[in-house]
């Protein structure tokens, strides 16, 4: 085998994350798939090492290999898996998990009888039944309340759908429709991997293939010892809170101690707070993403991810955590909790890496659900979506503004013109607000304020954020960011303040009203060139009482 | 005489030839190029027409594609340009739509919005997701505003209201006020650019026309003046990137158009060309310096897309223009491509390229790094004593050094890391092909590859191979294909309007009502160009149709029935099949049609094309030598090399071979067997019963 050739199957299993993240976007039912793209594709070998993954969001970044993993210790003996069969799990608490909402869906490829690979994908589906709309509750105390539950089952047996478990779903969701078309775009996105793999074994023949996947892993790891290599070696600690449970309890404290040396990073998260009764916990595979997230945002953010860029990296948590929950803890809303892991790590390394890491940024999802009836149809809707917020100043750049949290990636907004034919929801104004917070010499990212004016009679707000007590941290002198919280403006003129809520009524004519945090600042405002500070306030990023309180200009 | 010119990067090419219209004969095809001439393009124009000793004077039809656009927007060259918006939105241009396509890169800053904040504002007007005026816009402010866009020298407003796909009513009235308050200033709104839904999109495509529009108008005008300065009485046509020509007046009005006109060009040529010999199925390849440009032509029909950005890719999202442009897949791999190692020890071709300057180490101007084209010649594709036409000796001593770090990175010889790139280089093409034929349902055996550009011939047989397309086309002039194409386009103009509207037949009214504003719409345009009011426009009917719930549509052409309505039922079928190509599976769910697409197309009189002459001479006059050419997994071979320009049809031979033209080489491996037909095409007919691989 030439190297040349291993190279060119190596790009083509690369190339195959793409392809499947394409066929994904394209076929989705959902909103939240194919605007938000809250999904992720991609392969791994037999044995359930990553090969790729096509562009979602980062926070899947551990959800596909310890999937294939789990199933694997699942169906342990040879012939436990067939050809044709096409596995579905959603379970929190095994490899692969998140909440219930995301579903995986896991395809083995096998050639002439023999399993060489599996093509996975994972997605948020938007209604998986449970007792809130959207599946999504801030005031779940057991995950029975979440939703319907799929512990590796065969959704296809030998190429036999499992009608069964169809009717299941059907009869559970309150879209069933469009959760079944979900379903079945998670299958065609396998599906295309999976052709793609056994093209390439066609071309090539399979040692030549498998010998790839092997070389491609190697790859990722070399790569990676070269880059840690470079990081400066050392303990960093940090931690961060997060605030509430939903349930009234907290705040509650992550923390994180990063060792970098002899060719490895070790992040111990040791010493964070225990499990909560809220839905706020996040499973030990979700910690595992947040933890290779920010690894790979300090070392190459451009190779791409595979299971041998991450063999350098070890998490260490004790079970039980807030972090690392166990059954049957609440975990529809692990997206905060995980973002809280991937923030104190960053926060641990920034100092010494300002390269690569800038300041504190919103760090929340935002996740906003509002239901209600269309005022056109009468019929349901449901919508979710994540907010973006203002990223941090790093040590050259001011920050982004208006962008989506460290845990989404290719996600998009929904634009107003498609969110108002769908929802009859009125959008008031999508803008940056001017809440004090990121100044510095180079200013934290703008965050945003949103406004949903209901037409319906009715419609239900669930929202759910964090750092709405806690700020963006800042760096080097800079002043911290701002924070996340919805208001509801009420048709009697009073102002309801919201960080945790689920189904709260609103009612026709009245405003649920958004703010996201603005980003960290970096350096001292006074640093920042007096004409830079003049520019601020011609374009409205900064007022003039913030030029004179933080800039003290005069 | 007829004549198109395309600027491109570095040279402006010519194309003409002769037509006597009382016989109707054509002559043969000639060709001009002179060097590139910013910012004043329409010099190099004017130059390519002196070298090639024509005579405006003496043309009858001249069509233009140009880069002056493109170019603006990717230099930053455009004017001082504003932004007025709905109420509360001002900021939807900086937000954009808030991805990060660069995932794991958490110093990640998006690209810069065209207009600054302070020069983005807002008056309070809406229109609702029904095309209803809610509130009317209160002109009260403007007039202070122009005051203060005038202070602060802007040059061009761009207006974009939320729903104005649906309703242009609150951004007319404001066109009207500043066309009396400032006449001067250039103003567009986005319900004149762009008819589709997405307040983002079509607002930055409404900013970026705004930027380009006084540069578009100065650039045309001058290029028409200076063309009538030497007598030419047409007036001339601009090429656009839907594949049609514009006239003058549309091209100044709507001048983002012509965006991506030069591939456009090619690919409709391709299509026209296929037509001609009877390959309406083509997977087409275009190979310049710096890029290689894909797509797709299924029974003759070149798809155009509104899903389009300039400067998005892995890393960037870049910035949308909802325009239409020819569906493109655009990589960075030509004949100029870097070849590197990066520290895992991994072989990379482009995307960076040595460009024309210094060029590739074998220009001997200065290049160090090796590049696909050093990597040719080392491997004796290339004629080593004909080296760009025989003007250039090969600096091979410079070639060799370029590949030391390579050889040394890999523990490989000189040929083997010259194959290495051109196998990488290939499999990097191979993999662009994909997306727009495997990726999309579509078996690239059922297609021939036409392939031009100054390396399409070069690597056309080895990606066909890859791929088991069957049949290889390298048309006649390929180097200068693009320009070629603009003498074989129609007047076209595409028209899109959002309108979502469930497809069944209680609709029926409603489509052929839209259509028909469609085509009232056309018909005006046409007349307000000046087009001849006898030409007859032809119409075709196209929908983005989606399953109701899903977001992303598919484009189908809509069958009509036999009264010439639009036949739904038929419509439906058509849907579904299309969509499982694509897809590979289809739902019962009801059909919804999101965007109206209408194309109005005015023929243009197009001679037919010369044949090229036979003389009788036999094949072996033609051969210029044999000389030894490596052909990767092929071997290494004696090969022939055939004098291109002077094969003539009828002739054919098999590989391995090698045919040369000044500004093309076509590498022919062993087994294949190349002819050339009536016009003087090559065509390849690829042997696969011999494993390439």
Not at chain 1, 453 to 479: C, F, H, N
Not at chain 2, 403 to 421: D, H, K, T, Y
Not at chain 2, 425 to 438: D, K, W
Request: with cysteine; net charge negative.
């Amino acid at each position: 085998m030439d190297i040349f050739t291993t190279e060119i199957i190596k790009d083509s299993l690369v190339a195959l994350g793409d392809e499947m993240f394409n066929a994904m976007v394209r076929t989705s039912m959902s909103p939240i798939i194919y605007e938000t793209t809250d999904f992720a594709v991609g392969a791994t070998d037999a044995q359930g090492n990553l090969l790729a993954q096509g562009n979602g969001v980062t926070a899947f970044l551990a959800t596909l290999d310890t999937a294939v993993q789990s199933a694997l210790e699942r169906f342990p003996n040879e012939g436990d898996i067939r050809p044709g069969d096409v596995i579905i799990t959603n379970s929190p608490y095994l490899g692969g998990g998140t909440h219930l909402s995301d579903v995986v869906i896991i395809l083995p490829v096998f050639h002439e009888d023999i399993l060489v690979a599996f093509t996975v994908n994972k997605a948020h589906w938007t209604e998986v039944g449970g007792t809130e709309p959207g599946s999504v509750s801030t005031r779940a105390t057991e995950i029975f309340q979440e939703g319907l539950h799929f512990k590796f089952l065969k959704l296809y047996d030998e190429g036999r759908i499992n009608e069964a478990l169809v009717g299941i779903i059907e009869a559970n969701v309150r879209l069933p429709e469009s959760t079944l078309g979900d379903m079945h775009a998670g299958v065609a996105a396998a599906r295309v991997g999976a052709r793609r793999i056994l093209e390439l074994i066609e071309k090539y023949d399979r040692p030549s293939v498998l010998h790839a996947m092997v070389e491609l892993l190697n790859y990722g790891e070399r790569m990676t010892e070269a880059e840690l290599l470079k990081l400066p070696q050392g303990e960093y600690e940090a931690e961060g809170i997060v605030e509430d449970d939903g349930l009234g309890n907290g705040p509650f404290t992550v923390r994180v101690k990063v060792t970098i040396g002899d060719g490895k990073m070790i992040a111990d998260y040791t010493g964070t707070d225990g499990q909560v009764a809220g839905p706020i916990n996040c499973s030990y595979t979700g910690l595992v993403t947040g933890a290779r997230c920010l690894f790979k945002a300090v070392t190459d953010s451009e190779i791409p991810a595979n299971g041998g860029c991450f063999r350098a990296l070890e998490i260490i948590c004790p079970m039980g955590t807030i972090i690392s929950a166990q059954s049957p803890a609440p975990v529809s809303l692990y997206y905060e909790p995980l973002i809280a892991a991937i923030d104190v790590m960053w926060k641990a390394l920034a100092p010494v890496m300002p390269d690569r890491l800038p300041a504190g940024h919103q760090r929340s999802v935002g996740a906003t659900f509002l239901s209600g009836n269309h005022p056109d149809t009468g019929e349901l809707f449901v919508m979710g979506e994540p907010l973006v917020g203002g990223w941090g100043a790093s040590e050259d750049k001011d920050g982004d503004s208006g962008q989506f949290c460290c845990a989404n990636g290719e996600t998009f907004n929904i634009p107003t013109e498609l969110f108002e034919n769908r929802y009859g929801v009125q959008v008031e104004q999508y803008a940056f607000h001017d809440a004090d917070g990121g100044a510095g010499e180079y200013r934290g990212g703008k965050g945003v304020v949103l406004d949903y004016k209901i037409t319906s009679d009715v419609a239900y707000l669930t929202y759910a954020a964090s750092q709405t007590i806690s700020r963006p941290w800042a760096m080097e002198g800079g002043q911290e960011g701002s924070n996340n919280y919805a208001l509801i403006l009420r048709k009697d003129g009073k102002v309801e303040r919201h960080h945790m809520c689920t189904g709260i009524a609103v009612e026709k004519g009245e405003v649920v009203r958004l703010y996201t945090g603005t980003g960290g600042g970096y350096g001292d405002p006074k640093r920042r060139p007096k004409a830079q500070v003049l520019s601020d306030i011609k374009n409205g990023y900064i007022t003039e009482k913030q030029a004179a309180d933080f800039y003290f200009l005069t | 005489m007829r004549a198109a010119s395309d600027v491109g990067g570095t040279f402006t090419d010519l194309v003409y030839y002769d037509y006597d219209a009382t016989s109707g004969k054509s002559g043969p095809v000639r060709v001009a190029k002179a060097d590139t001439t910013p910012p004043n393009f329409e010099q190099g124009v004017m130059d390519s027409i002196h070298k090639a000793g024509l005579k405006p004077a003496e043309m009858t039809f001249f069509a233009h594609g140009s880069t002056v656009i493109i170019n603006a927007l990717t230099e930053r060259k455009g004017v001082k340009t504003a932004l007025i918006t709905t109420k509360g939105f001002r900021d939807v241009l900086e937000i954009a739509r808030g991805n990060r396509p660069d995932l794991f890169n958490f110093n990640f800053r998006k690209p810069k919005p065209f207009v600054d904040r302070y020069l983005r504002l807002e008056l309070d007007e809406r229109t609702t997701y029904k095309g209803a005026v809610q509130k009317p816009v209160d002109l009260s402010p403007l007039s202070q505003q122009l005051d203060y866009l005038k202070a602060e020298g802007v040059e061009a407003i761009a207006i974009s209201f939320l729903h104005a796909y649906l309703n242009s009513e609150n951004e007319q009235a404001v066109v009207t006020e500043i066309n009396k308050l400032w006449p001067e200033v250039s103003v567009l709104a986005s319900s004149e650019i762009s008819r589709e839904w997405r307040e983002y999109e079509r607002t930055n495509t409404t900013v970026l026309s705004a930027y380009v529009h006084p540069i578009a108008q100065k650039y045309i005008e001058s290029l028409e003046s200076k063309l009538a300065g030497e007598g030419f009485t047409e007036p001339p046509y601009m090429m656009q990137s839907n594949g049609g020509i514009a006239t003058v007046q549309s091209a100044k009005d709507n001048p983002i158009s012509m965006v991506e006109s030069g591939p456009a060009s090619g690919i409709f040529a391709a299509a026209y060309l296929g037509n001609m010999i009877g390959e309406k199925n083509l997977v087409v390849l275009d190979i310049g310096g710096t890029t290689a440009k894909c797509a797709l032509i299924e029974d003759g029909d070149v798809k155009v897309t509104t899903e389009y950005y300039i400067e998005k890719d892995a890393k960037s999202p870049g910035y949308p223009i909802q325009t239409p442009v020819s569906e493109i897949v655009e990589i960075g791999n030509g004949g100029g491509s870097i070849a590197w190692i990066d520290t895992g020890g991994k072989l990379h071709v482009g995307p960076q390229s040595a460009g024309a300057m210094p060029g590739p180490a074998a220009y001997g101007r200065g290049g160090t790094k090796p590049t696909t084209t050093d990597s040719n010649l080392i491997l004796g594709r290339i004629d080593k004593d004909c080296f760009v036409g025989g003007e250039v000796v090969p600096d091979m001593a410079a070639v060799e050094q370029a590949f030391a770090p390579i050889m040394a990175g890999l523990g490989v010889s000189l040929i083997e890391a010259a194959r290495g790139v051109v196998r990488i280089a290939n499999a990097n093409m191979t993999n662009a092909l994909r997306l727009v034929s495997t990726n999309k349902g579509y078996d690239p055996r059922d297609f021939a590859l036409i392939a031009f550009g100054g390396g399409g011939a070069m690597h056309a047989v080895a990606l066909a191979e890859e791929l088991k397309i069957p049949k290889v086309i390298v048309p006649v002039n390929s180097s200068v294909f693009s320009a070629w194409g603009m003498l074989l386009t129609d007047l076209r103009r595409d028209y899109l309007q959002t309108h979502p509207l469930l497809v069944a037949p209680e609709n029926a009214h409603l489509f052929a009502d839209e259509f028909q504003s469609l085509k009232d719409k056309a018909q005006a345009d046409y007349d307000g160009d000046g087009v001849d009011g006898a030409a007859e426009i032809v119409f075709e009917y196209l929908a983005d149709l989606r399953y109701v719930g899903q977001e992303h549509t598919v484009k189908v052409t809509l069958p009509l029935d036999s009264a010439g309505d639009i036949d739904l039922a038929q419509t439906i079928e058509q849907f579904h099949g299309v969509y499982e190509k694509r897809y590979s599976y289809r739902l019962d769910g009801a059909v919804q049609l999101v965007n109206f697409h209408l194309i109005a197309r005015i023929e243009v009189p197009k001679p037919p094309l010369a044949k090229k002459e036979i003389t009788g001479r036999a094949l072996s006059d033609v051969i210029l030598h044999e000389r030894v050419v490596d052909f990767d997994q092929h071997g290494i071979h004696q090969a022939t090399v055939y004098d291109g320009l002077a094969l003539e049809p009828g002739m054919g031979f098999d590989g391995p071979a090698i045919i040369q033209e000044p500004s093309a080489t076509l590498v022919i491996s062993p087994g294949h067997r190349a002819s050339v037909d009536g016009y003087g095409n090559y065509i390849i007919q690829l042997d696969f019963t011999e494993k390439g691989a």
